[in-house]
């Protein structure tokens, strides 16, 4: 039985006080509520270690939003998977749309961080996803097993345990506009089998996938009632306690 893993990516929001602040709400609107599901919180990189502190002991998980290809070197304005393990932080997110969007991140590159990251002994959510265009020039199967096969070349079987898929039709994001459940739940079908084919139906089976794009109070019921949807990375409503928690407790 796939466990629900709901996780909000802060994006660049949230100063380290704000975000402490913010933390410690949700933690505690969260246990009020009964909320029983796999969770985890994405801060920008200066508000890590306030987070960390704030959510301590509350079985929140505390992920990175990106990280380098190398463990230190000369790569200015870069952070480290060594860095982040140094402050607490075991789950990092990689590909995600707007990574490979606005600083043209190749499936290559990312290929890199995965296997970096699972060499550190840290637990990856990858995104995949297609665009607008793609998707209405019939692509979808097509660019989900380029980002597939490219992003978890070299990975492991014993390795994929560590790594969650995140479909993201970038279309979605933000936009307000979301796939139907029956779109999104298609999709993350046919990653399960692309999975399934790569590795074993077993992987696959286990595998956790989750859908992101504009997901919210109203449509996170019927998106988490689909069968191969395990959960939500949560943009926008991940930034408030009031938005987020009808997501969290969606089965409530």
Known sequence: MRKAYIAGNWKMNMTPSKGAR?????????KEAGADVKMMVAPPFVTIPAVLEALKG??????????NDHVSGAYTGEVSPEMLKDL??????????ERRSYYK?????????V???IEQGMD???????????REGGKLEEVLTTQLTGDLKDVKPEDMKHITIAYEPVWAIGTGKTATPEDADSAHAF???????????????NLIIQYGGSVNASNVKALMAKENIDGALV????????????????DK
Not at 89 to 96: D, Q, S
Not at 124 to 134: F, I, M, P, Y
């Open 191 to 205: 990653i399960r089998a692309k999975v399934a084919e790569m590795y074993s139906s077993d992987i696959a089976e």
């Open 22 to 30: 913010f933390a410690s709400e949700l933690a505690k609107a969260a």
């Open 235 to 250: 943009g926008g409503a991940s930034l408030s306690v009031e938005k987020f928690l009808p997501i969290i407790t969606y």
């Open 124 to 134: 990856v959510v990858l995104c995949v996803g297609e665009t607008l265009e793609e």
């Open 58 to 67: 509350t079985g929140i998980i505390v992920a990175a939003q990106n990280m």
């Open 115 to 117: 296997l970096l990251a």
């Open 105 to 113: 991140e190749s499936d290559e590159f990312i290929n890199r961080k």
């Open 88 to 97: 607490g932080v075991e789950t990092v997110i990689l590909g995600h749309s």
